[in-house]
């Protein structure tokens, strides 16, 4: 974007449809795990920003297919000054306690997630100041031009400073460390819903806010909001075909034509903006749970080749997804800027080639290694992980699958305690700098915070911090392109396949599959 290039954004969803005559009731929510923490900074993970968005809002949202919509800001844009955006805030916002929004809760808010405890920092991590120019104007000055900045700000919630500050809040929860704070199991914000109770694992309940600033350009028909996680695959749809929930998030693959033929459900189904992985511990001397020892057989890329030969993409889409996945070669899915048909190369299935290759990198007879799954986070992701047992098994490698819930399986990944893992990814900016930060870059204070690989490359780190401050975007574009070529080479995960979602719901409801899995059900018309 050039020098002082404006963005002004349309009010939301202008022309909306206003509340129809369709009576408003309550809606009970099922899926297979739960927010892992009401902390909005606390945790960068799908379901947890999932059930935030009805309490807390960013600035900027997205819809159902990624594209943003104003939030708490009208309108932004870059001032004369290439370094500092201007956001105009909505005026006349109230958070659930009734306490006024304002410039000093975005500023509060965003300065919380820059905590070392926050697992959002990384997003601002090129802003310089945040300045009040009024109660509803801010202006965020970068290190350097930073054209991503909006795109960044997306599942960064906007907290109230004077309830933080009156609640002792004003810490990000350490959720590696299980610490807790008050915000972890309350919640004030400016959402559609306000947090009635939480019980974690168990029931989450919302009712409509009646006070919200968008009744009446939002449907907002749902009167009350139960969210349940449930756990198993057959208990949850058992749930939805006796009544007991009326939509449920996670549909497991096996059901959904069943579910299909149903004519007292709809199932809506369609990608997401994420792809699942294998992860491997490629920097320490050793690994901590093989039986291979002096040395780590992760670090030698000829091995990390034979696992990419030896995963079995096509049999993993056909008899674990039953059809409902894609697979791929790149953890970039389809839609994000960066990726293109030619990096997404998926190499043959090869067991024979694949042990070979193992024997010269001097494990003729394969090695062992402890593999950590999470069985409540991805669809079939348990199931997927002992497809990729069987496939090594092949070749020598014996996996010893540790499947447990993504609450201890996903800080064992923050915490580099685990040698290798899957783990699925999305990318909410539509930018592959998103991946690089999060996935790729030395682990740090800052950035990193999810590269459990321990793979540490300079260059790449060098490159991904100056993609925040390119504006000419031929020569961005050339970047990104010229990092993918080096880490595909590098084989540093094992891409397995973009995820596609089902929804299955009530027939009075209409919930079209979110591109990121977040659902705003704020947005939802009840038919009669």
Known sequence: ?????????????????LIGAAEARSVKWARSGDSLTLDPHAQNEGP???????????????????????????????????????FKLREGVKFHDGTPFTADDVIFSYDRARQPTSDMKS???????LIKVDD?????????????????????????????EKNNATKVQDFKNKEENYAVRNANGTGPFVLISREPDVKTVMRRNESYWGKGQVPLEITELVYTPIKADATRIAALLSGEVDFVQDVPVQDIQRLQGDDKLRVAVGPENRSIFLGMNVGDPELKTSNIKGKNPFADKRVRHAINMAVN????????????????????????????????VIP??????????LAEAGYPDGFSVTFHCPNDRYVNDEAICQAVVGQLAQIGIKANLVSQSKSIHFPLIQKNEADFYLLGWGVPTFDSHYIFTFLYHTK???????????????????MTVGLTKETDLNKRNQTIAQMWKV???????IPIHVQTLAYAMKPDLEIPVDISNQPKLKFVKIKK
């Open 1 to 17: 974007m050039s020098t002082g290039a404006r963005l002004l954004v349309s009010t939301l969803l202008a022309g909306a449809l």
């Open 48 to 86: 947890t920003h999932a059930l935030a968005h009805h309490i807390y809002e960013p600035l900027i949202i997205r819809d159902n297919q990624g594209k943003p919509l104003p939030a708490l800001a009208v309108s932004w844009m870059i001032t004369s000054d290439p370094t500092v955006w201007e």
């Open 123 to 129: 997003l601002l991590s090129s802003i310089d100041a």
């Open 136 to 164: 509803h104007t801010l202006q965020i000055k970068t290190k350097g031009p930073n054209p991503l900045l909006p795109a960044n700000l997306t599942d960064l919630f906007i907290m109230s400073k004077a309830w933080a």
């Open 313 to 344: 993409r096509q049999a993993i889409q056909r008899v674990v997804m039953r059809g409902q996945s894609i697979p791929t070669g790149i953890i970039a899915p389809p839609g994000v800027n960066g990726y293109t048909k030619d990096l997404d």
């Open 348 to 357: 043959p299935n090869d067991a024979a080639k694949a042990k070979a290759m």
């Open 444 to 462: 740090t204070d800052k950035e990193g915070g999810w590269n459990g690989t321990r793979y540490s490359n300079p260059e790449i780190d060098a």
């Open 487 to 493: 880490l595909q080479d590098q084989t540093i995960y």
